[in-house]
């Protein structure tokens, strides 16, 4: 149970377009989905979270209007790249708690490569 | 000071040898305490949580918290190849905020 479905696995893009990856509960209902960042050799960077129905809360440094959150649903979580830049490649992964625990489950990550 | 700080190693040990993995956190109203095994490319999984003082098993892995000392571990007995991977601790502060270590790498030698 508890599993986050995350699409797509990977992705390359051109600089300068947008790149739009999914994240859904499957057997579960997300109000709430964290959005990380995942830089090679190097820990997992929360960017923000996405409240159904709300705003999403960005973290420190991350630029809100380049990465776009919409969490229309309590099923259905989205993170847009816009105006992608090489700098922006990356490995992003999104994450809900499991319901009825303390825990985590996380997506299976998207590898965003940004020619 | 960070939330959770782990030893980033690389940590190697043979085949058959117990590996020790440790953690240590900031906040002493920390509850609750995770241990994540990241393989290369990969998004992590949730291998143990741990929410009171002593150890905790499930098969090979051993999870042991210190509240007193802040300090939270994974043992992983019999090690083998295939548990060569990121380790990463991760906490829920008392404030509810979960933090996440840098991680430990763990190559086991066959």
């Known amino acids: 149970g508890a599993v986050v479905s995350q699409h797509p696995s990977w992705v390359i893009c051109k600089s300068g377009t947008s790149v739009k990856i999914e994240c859904r509960s499957l057997d579960f209902q997300a109000t709430t989905m964290f959005w990380y960042r995942q830089f090679p050799k190097q820990s997992l960077m929360l960017m923000a979270t996405?409240?159904?129905?709300?705003?999403?809360?960005?973290e420190q440094g991350v630029e809100k209007d380049k990465f776009l959150i919409n969490h229309a649903s309590l099923t259905l979580s989205t993170l847009t790249v816009t105006s992608a830049h090489p700098e922006d490649s990356s490995f992003y992964i999104c994450?809900?708690?499991?319901?009825?625990?303390?825990?985590?489950?996380f997506g299976s990550g998207t590898r965003l490569t940004v020619v | 000071q960070k939330e959770v700080e782990q030893n980033s190693g690389p940590l190697s040990v043979p085949e058959g040898a117990i590996a020790s993995l440790n953690c240590t956190y900031s906040?002493?109203?920390?509850?609750?305490f995770f241990w994540y095994r990241q393989y290369s490319g990969k998004s992590p999984e949730l291998i143990m949580s741990?929410?009171?003082?002593g150890d905790k098993e499930d098969g090979r892995f051993t999870a042991q918290l210190n509240k007193a000392s802040q300090y939270v571990s994974l043992l992983i007995r019999d090690s083998q190849p295939s548990d060569s991977a990121t380790y990463l601790c991760a906490v829920n502060d008392a404030g509810n905020q979960f933090y996440f270590g840098t991680g430990t790498s763990l190559t086991v030698i066959p």
């Open positions: 996405s409240n159904e129905g709300s705003k999403a809360t960005y």
């Open positions: 741990i929410y009171s003082n």
């Open positions: 994450s809900a708690r499991i319901p009825g625990t303390y825990g985590y489950t």
């Open positions: 906040d002493r109203g920390s509850q609750s």
